[in-house]
T-cell receptor, first 116, second 110 residues
Framework: GAVVSQHPSRVICKSGTSVKIECRSL??????MFWYRQFPKQSLMLMAT?????????EQGVEKDKFLINHASLTLSTLTVTSAHPEDSSFYIC????????????FGPGTRLTVL | QQQVKQSPQSLIVQKGGISIINCAYE??????FPWYQQFPGKGPALLIA?????SEKKEGRFTISFNKSAKQFSLHIMDSQPGDSATYFC?????????FGQGTELSVKP
């Protein structure tokens, strides 16, 4: 099956700093990637949808200036949490859809962000 | 209208028993209904999925039952095993975007 990786798997940073999370499709070209946030014991909430070469589409309530998304190639999308604060601490998960356009999303293993 | 409601929140089943998780949706524009399994600290993994033109789909021990008129669908795990202990999420998709249910924490007792 298709594999999606995320890096780093865990990151701890100080309040006010920025953190970049990478999402890569390893064996397929991802025309669309999604970013989710998951708080402990809660469901996945879609943050934004990114298509290669175009601006990301953010869900209502997600600050686009705080969560910068770049989808520069068909295999890489990045999420940068700018000026992170403790309330941004969460599990961030990306997923990708291949060029076939079928509905199945392939999920990455997630990145645990802790902001001190 | 974009919500997917999932129940129960938690479920305890004996080994060998049947685990049943239910979901309901409102928006009839949803056209793809997957179920995901998630272990602690990991990303979700697709278990099984169904489209609204099919009433049932079975893959191994996992079965989705789909009731289009009632706008409900459920996951049945037959012969539940301790290794099935995880959190299960239903979801509904429209134009490629997934809306997740609240999740069910399943514990299978040996």
């Amino acid at each position: 099956g298709a594999v999606v990786s995320q890096h780093p798997s865990r990151v701890i940073c100080k309040s006010g700093t920025s953190v970049k999370i990478e999402c890569r499709s390893l064996d397929f070209q991802a025309t669309t990637m999604f970013w989710y946030r998951q708080f402990p014991k809660q469901s996945l909430m879609l943050m934004a949808t990114s298509n290669e070469g175009s601006k990301a589409t953010y869900e209502q309530g997600v600050e686009k200036d705080k969560f910068l998304i770049n989808h520069a190639s068909l295999t890489l999308s990045t999420l940068t949490v700018t000026s992170a604060h403790p309330e941004d601490s969460s599990f961030y998960i990306c997923s990708a859809i291949g060029a076939s356009g079928l509905d199945e999303q392939f999920f990455g293993p997630g990145t645990r962000l802790t902001v001190l | 209208q974009q919500q997917v409601k999932q129940s129960p929140q938690s479920l305890i089943v004996q080994k060998g028993g049947i685990s049943i998780i239910n979901c309901a949706y409102e928006n009839t524009a949803f056209d793809y209904f997957p179920w995901y399994q998630q272990f602690p600290g990991k990303g979700p993994a697709l278990l099984i999925a169904i489209r609204p033109d099919v009433s049932e789909k079975k893959e191994g021990r996992f079965t989705i039952s789909f009731n289009k008129s009632a706008k409900q669908f459920s996951l049945h795990i037959m012969d539940s095993q301790p290794g099935d202990s995880a959190t299960y999420f239903c979801a509904a998709s429209m134009a490629g975007k997934l809306i997740f249910g609240q999740g069910t924490e399943l514990s299978v007792k040996p």
